[in-house]
């Protein structure tokens, strides 16, 4: 397919097998794709390649200064395990506001709450709400509804999914 829509090009572009964890779990990830499954050896036999696994757990804040988009992920992931979603947001305010300035960057910024506010109490929305408001005005408002909207859409989709399933049983 690619080389279809890139007439130009002769060779497939290089993938790039990246892992990114924010297990709290202490046990040490492998960095063998085929050490991830039951039947290594046969796995092994198929996709045997090794891949960047990037802690977030363990690596420092200081670190994640270096790709402004990639960051914003590493850090959402990390801190979705260890700070509240308003505290994240406050710590991230200068790569939110620099986000915010472009169409791809306020859905980077959605898909990032929508990945945090799945599973949080309502107060813990309301501050990270707030905080949103704060840094960006009217549009954290927008942004936030985004996010809301998005969530709601896909909880009428399982809705729908689960009651076809349970009219065919």
């Known amino acids: 397919n690619y080389l279809k829509q ?3 090009a002769t060779k497939l572009p290089i993938i790039y097998p990246i892992v990114i964890s924010n ?13 991830l499954f039951d039947y290594q050896e046969v796995a092994k036999g198929v996709i045997d390649f ?11 804040e200081e670190q994640f200064n270096h790709e402004v988009w990639s960051d914003f992920l590493e850090l959402g992931l990390k801190y979705n395990r260890e700070i ?15 986000f915010s300035k472009t169409p791809e960057g306020i859905d980077y910024i959605t898909s990032f709450l929508c990945y945090n506010i799945y ?8 501050e990270a709400s707030s905080s949103l408001k704060q840094i ?3 549009k954290g408002d927008n942004i936030m ?17 689960e009651g076809e399933y349970n009219k065919a049983v």
């Open 23 to 35: 297990s709290t779990d202490k046990n040490k990830m492998p960095t063998t794709l085929h050490d």
């Open 145 to 161: 509804g985004s996010a809301a909207r998005k969530l709601i859409n896909e909880g009428f989709e399982m809705g729908k999914y």
């Open 50 to 60: 090794k891949y960047k696994l990037i802690d977030l757990i363990k690596t420092p």
């Open 6 to 8: 890139n007439k130009h």
């Open 136 to 138: 960006l005005g009217q």
């Open 119 to 126: 599973d949080i109490e309502e107060q813990d929305l309301d």
């Open 84 to 98: 509240s979603l308003n505290e994240a947001i406050n710590k991230m305010k200068e790569k939110i506001e620099f």
